[in-house]
């Protein structure tokens, strides 16, 4: 029961860890802040605001929106100028943790690893055939 009590991340109070990951008081303050921003994005006028001019107007932290696109309880589907930094670069995206350019050099820098992995084990069966290479020598050859 007592591993379930820990340190609130937003303010440091205890208290008992459950579905939430912050305490009650934080959960309520963020709850609010929803409400904040989800009234302003559900105007017709504000529908194609972006995560500065929800910032400006509704003076909600910008990682707390960025939580609601992350979270999906803002869709930028509905919402096309929101959108949430990549963790790499910066550049704005709407879903996931990268951009297609950060996740395309992921994805390359780990098919060179794996060919590089590749290259260092096929070197490493050519030396170890080539030092088990068995010669016999005929005796009777050599003699008169």
Known sequence: MLSNLTNCPICGRLF???????CNTC????????EVVRSYMNKKENRMATVQ???????VPYERIYQFIREGRLLTTNFPNLGYPCESCGDSIHQGRL???????????????????????????DLTSKNQTYRSININRYKD
């Open 16 to 22: 008992m860890k459950g579905l939430r990951k912050v």
């Open 27 to 34: 959960f309520k303050k963020q709850e609010e802040q929803f």
């Open 53 to 59: 001019e929800v910032h400006a107007y509704t003076e």
């Open 99 to 125: 951009c297609e350019s950060c996740k395309d050099r992921v994805i390359k820098g780990v098919h060179q690893h794996e060919r590089q992995k590749q290259f260092e084990e096929n070197v490493r069966q």
